[in-house]
């Protein structure tokens, strides 16, 4: 069967077309500025250069409707509309409805609906992608697939916060989680690398990306995860503080005269890695070459990342009774020997040793812990598009 995978953003879409026997990816591609001026459609068909196409987008019917007639048409479409079978969508809120993906229906549009003021710049585009693929493919099974749904194993004292029950009890203000598509698919992956069923291990999942989070995976079941009630808690990130204390918001709004919606700004767009290093940027491969040049921005945000990294392993170990596996992924974690280095030459405590050769891998699966060490180490590319079809295929084949 011929998946498509969508991910619909307030103003992207990114799709890719995967064939569920094969695991291939037939097509992928990206509609961009939907909705603003200049908007465009990149895509490239398996096996065939890059095609870019400048194109009016004013909404996401219309983007829908160009990635089908980028994947039909009859120059360089891969597949005829009726082959694609069903369609699967990353949802970033699931709440606690949702645990699992499930095929989406009239009921559980409307609870994600219920859960939208929870992640209030995602779920809405979401629902956006969800009803222009209906109206495009009125006929096609569809589902959806939460980031949030793996990490609903957590138990209550893992996932509450020290705030008054009656929040929780009122409005649900606990922590969720996210990144969970790919925590789930790479403590699996991670475990048939080592040869182990994953109820055998206690593992740690570092998703070192833009955003990233930290996830304890004890047994095969999520235990702990690092973000919250929202992607701004845990590690510090590209743009984003991670954990501060809340009395920061109050006491940057007084000093510099500025609204909630400005400080939250400056917390999720203006901080991490970015604010720390005098924003000489957000991407790990400035930051490692300002670092290695002497740039002292970069050097303070790098130990800083690497800090928390390594606090969140500590408080993980402590949490599971011990670890025998962690697993470094997306774009950091996949890529950047230099900050695995930085974090794994601290993990001696654990009796963690890295072997230097084996850690200069680059995005494919590698055991990356030398031969004495006591703590299994490795880089596990993540795959949610290929999670997402896999669960969509399960679901309605
Ligand atoms: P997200 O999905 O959160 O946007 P990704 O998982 O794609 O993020 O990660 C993007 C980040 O990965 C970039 O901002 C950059 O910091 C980092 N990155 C990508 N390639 C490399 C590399 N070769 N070395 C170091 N960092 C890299």
Not at 104 to 121: Q, R, T, W
């Amino acid at each position: 069967m011929k998946i498509l995978v969508i991910n619909c953003g307030s103003s992207s879409l990114k799709f890719q077309l995967i064939d569920s026997d094969s695991e291939a990816v037939i097509c992928k591609g990206l509609c961009e500025r939907i909705g603003i001026d200049g908007s465009q459609i990149v895509y490239t068909p398996e096996g065939k250069d890059k095609v870019t196409k400048v194109t009016p987008m004013p909404d996401h019917n219309r983007a829908i409707e160009l990635v089908i007639e980028a994947l039909t048409n009859a120059e360089d479409g891969v597949v005829k509309l009726e082959e694609i079978g069903a369609v699967g969508h990353r949802i970033v809120h699931g709440g606690e409805k949702f645990t699992k993906s499930v095929v989406i229906n009239d009921e559980v549009i409307k609870a994600i609906e219920d859960v939208s003021d929870l992640a209030p710049l995602h779920n809405p585009a979401n629902l956006i992608g969800i009803r222009a693929c209906q109206k495009v493919m009125p006929s096609v099974p569809m589902v959806a697939v939460f980031d949030t749904a793996f990490h609903q194993t957590m138990p209550e004292e893992a996932y509450l916060y020290g705030l008054h029950y009656s929040y929780y009890e009122k409005y649900g203000i606990r922590r969720y989680g996210f990144h969970g598509t790919s925590h789930s698919y790479v403590s699996k992956r991670a475990a048939e690398v080592l040869g182990k069923d994953p109820s055998e291990l206690k593992m740690i999942v570092c998703h070192l990306g833009n955003g990233a989070s930290v996830s304890a995976v004890n047994g095969g079941k999520c235990v702990d995860t690092s973000m919250g009630l929202t992607p701004l808690e845990g590690l510090i990130m590209g743009t984003r503080t991670g954990d501060i204390d809340p009395s920061v918001v109050e006491f940057i709004m007084k000093k510099e005269n500025a609204s909630v919606a400005e400080v939250t700004n400056i917390l999720n767009k203006k901080s991490g890695v970015f604010g720390l290093s005098d924003e000489l940027s957000s991407d790990f491969r400035d930051l490692q070459a300002g670092y290695e040049s002497g740039h002292k921005g970069a050097k303070r945000a790098v130990d800083a990342f690497v800090y928390r990294v390594v606090k969140y392993i500590g408080a993980y170990t402590a949490a599971m009774g011990g670890v025998d596996a962690i697993a470094f992924t997306a774009g950091v974690g996949e890529n950047s020997g230099f900050v695995r280095g930085l974090i794994c030459n601290r993990l001696g405590f654990i009796g963690a040793t890295l072997d230097d050769e084996a850690n200069k891998v680059h995005g494919e699966d590698k055991i990356i812990s030398g031969a004495d060490s006591k703590v299994k180490l490795l880089v596990i590319p993540t795959n949610e598009e290929l999670a997402i079809a896999r669960d969509t295929y399960a679901l309605c084949k």
